[in-house]
């Protein structure tokens, strides 16, 4: 019995470029990540002294709507270009040693151009190979082989890549390089500089900037954990690029801050032998809401080797509620050398160790972070109660100083407004109580840290207790009426004016009569 041969329809490409990904912008990660498995070769090998000293550029041409990313890592020899550019999905890299390792993100472009060209050299040779792969007449092939023209995979590669060679004099330069020419005009924002910026910032491996002031504390902790950050030097149109990190909170884009980054907790996750398989870092805030979307950074970004797996959603699912990722900020590294990305980069392909890393990370978001917003919002919640009595109290003595009342119903129903919001501080503070018992039995250091940040900055936490502000005697006090003031007038008018009061203040709101009140009793003063 002969061997079967096995042929693979021209569809798998569609499937490979096309269909592979979702999001246009993902092409940048495919191809940098590539950059840094060379720079890395590049070190290994000697060719380059550290990571930093690799270099990603990245160039924007709007006229001719074409991206082009280049680095300075190994390149590949020209004796080893078609093989090793030409075998698609048989890629020499290995699971746990290389960023990429699955040979198809090269072909990723070929859906938002019309044509894709690589280029290389290594050291001490003076050739430039290169590959030119036809995108537009691809989709021509795919859309022909779905009308009955039926062509393998193989046929269409041969149609659609040529090669070529050109001399160079300089015999040290080492390089790989990407051209996307033709970028579809559905596709602009991939030409947009701000917002490939704002995206490569969280997606690939660079820097903290030097203004987020806890990245010396993140890189301590990674260090004594016994891990690396792997980190690059990557640039769009000549500029470096850094991870989008900062401590301020903001409402809009641009606008002004209403909380901030005060500190971070870091935190090891390990497996049942008791090795590190993840860890992480989570920003501290007041919690004072949900994170806007304007605040690029928010979420939890799930990172292997650094570079961001599927999108700041990724881990939401762990979480007790939909809405408790986007109350952080913070970053998860997967360090498991079995914790492999799927063939999109979304997330994990599925085993025992997934399954593990999902439960310990679950655990941490449901029996830590969902109780650290909870509980700040309540101790938050507690406060303005709080604060809303002392002011209903500071206000009721004031005008009793100040103006007096209308009449001893008026100061009775003011009195009552102050006796239902003590009533509401009262319950508020033993809710406080209730939180702080909660800390000091778990031993909850992360809550504790929270909630100190929130009391520090709250007047109520060092007011006396409700209890302590109203005596029966304030209470049992007879009203110093304000038309008493107007001794101009006779007794029956001011009993009258009184009664007009009285009419003012039943028909709107106590600010609005507080005002035509005052009005009133400047013109009768004159």
């Known amino acids: 019995m002969s061997k079967q041969e096995y042929k693979f329809g021209a569809n798998i490409l569609e499937n490979l470029t096309t269909g592979m990904y979702q999001d246009s912008k993902v092409i940048y990660r495919e191809y940098i990540q590539n950059s840094c498995d060379s720079i890395d070769q590049a070190v290994k090998s000697g060719l380059l002294p550290n990571k930093m000293a690799g270099r990603i550029e990245i160039w924007l041409d709007t006229a001719t709507r074409t991206i082009s990313i280049e680095d300075n890592g190994t390149g590949i020899p020209a004796d080893k270009f078609q093989d090793t550019l030409g075998d698609i999905a048989d890629s020499d890299k290995r699971i746990g040693e290389n960023k990429g390792f699955r040979g198809i993100g090269r072909l990723c472009g070929l859906a938002y151009s019309t044509e ?34 039926k062509l393998s995979a193989s046929d269409v590669l041969r149609e659609i890549i040529e090669y070529s060679s050109e001399k160079t004099k300089n015999i040290d330069s080492h390089f790989f390089k990407v051209e996307m020419i033709g970028i579809g005009t559905e596709n602009k924002d991939l030409l947009d500089e701000k ?142 050398g079995e914790l492999v990305p799927n063939s999109q980069r979304d997330y994990f392909n599925e085993n025992q160790m997934r399954v593990h890393f999902d439960e310990i990370l679950r655990r941490f978001f449901r029996d830590e972070l969902h109780h650290l917003y909870h509980g700040a919002s309540r ?42 919001a003590k009533k509401a501080a009262e319950d508020a503070q033993k809710e406080k109580e209730r939180v702080k018992q909660r800390l000091s039995e778990n031993n909850d250091g992360l809550m504790a840290r929270v909630v100190e940040r929130i009391e520090g900055k709250s007047s109520s936490a060092t007011s006396p207790k409700p209890s302590a502000k109203i005596s029966s005697s304030v209470a049992a006090k007879k009203a110093v009426r304000r038309v008493d003031k107007l001794t101009q007038y006779s007794k029956n008018e001011r009993k009258l004016i009184s009664k007009i009061y009285d009419i003012i203040q039943g028909v709107t709101d106590s600010e609005t009569a507080e005002a035509i009140i005052s009005k009133i009793e400047d013109g009768l003063q004159k």
């Open 116 to 149: 894709v060209v690589f280029s290389s050299s290594t050291k001490d040779e003076a050739t430039i190979s290169k590959m030119r792969i036809d995108a537009k007449k691809m989709r021509h092939l795919l859309s022909e082989n779905t009308k009955g023209n």
């Open 379 to 420: 101790i938050k919640n507690a406060n303005k109660k709080l604060d809303a009595f002392e002011k209903a109290h500071a206000d009721f003595i004031e005008k009793e100083k100040r103006t007096g009342f209308i009449s001893d119903a008026d100061r009775g129903r003011l009195l009552e407004k102050v006796e239902i």
């Open 195 to 336: 917002a490939m910026r704002d995206y490569l910032s969280f997606v690939v491996p660079v820097p903290y900037p030097s203004q987020f002031i806890f990245r010396d504390e993140i890189y301590r902790h990674a260090d004594e954990s016994g891990v690396t950050i792997d980190e690059y030097t990557v640039k769009l149109e000549g500029k470096p690029i850094l991870k989008g990190y900062s401590t301020r909170l903001k409402n809009t884009d641009g606008g002004e801050t209403y909380d901030e980054i005060f500190g971070i907790h870091c935190e090891n996750f390990y497996d049942k032998e008791g090795d590190l398989i993840a860890w992480m870092w989570v920003g501290l805030s007041e919690m004072q809401k949900v994170i806007p979307s304007a605040n690029k950074m928010r979420g939890f970004r799930l990172r292997k080797e650094n570079i961001q797996i599927g999108t700041e959603n990724a881990l939401q699912k762990l979480f007790k509620e939909d809405r408790g990722n986007n109350y952080f900020v913070g970053e998860v590294f997967a360090v498991s």
